[in-house]
């Protein structure tokens, strides 16, 4: 769990530092498969997963101590209700 907050730790910066249409996420999933060709999760649609993860946790010790004791699957779906609620409090 802490390794996926890492990484979108990673591409927050990133992207902060590139600016958003910089395909942070689309390259840095290119470079992870290749460097880990046997590592499973590590598509552009899995990285904007850790990248929401890191944005909506940004605290380390909470990721750790709460957030660690949950499966992947449960943090996509209170990242999906998350986005849900933030949605429906700013209609467009």
Excluded: C
């Amino acid at each position: 769990m802490l390794l996926y907050w890492q990484i979108g730790r990673d591409i927050l910066a990133r992207q902060a530092e590139q600016g958003w249409g910089a395909k942070v996420i689309e390259r840095l999933a290119q470079d992870l498969r290749t460097a880990f060709p046997d590592m499973k999760g590590l598509s552009p649609r899995n990285l904007k997963y850790m990248h929401a993860f890191a944005e909506a946790w940004p605290d380390e010790g909470f990721v750790q101590e709460v957030l660690a004791q949950l499966p992947w699957y449960h943090q996509l779906a209170l990242l999906d209700k998350l986005h849900g609620l933030a949605q429906s409090h700013h209609p467009s």
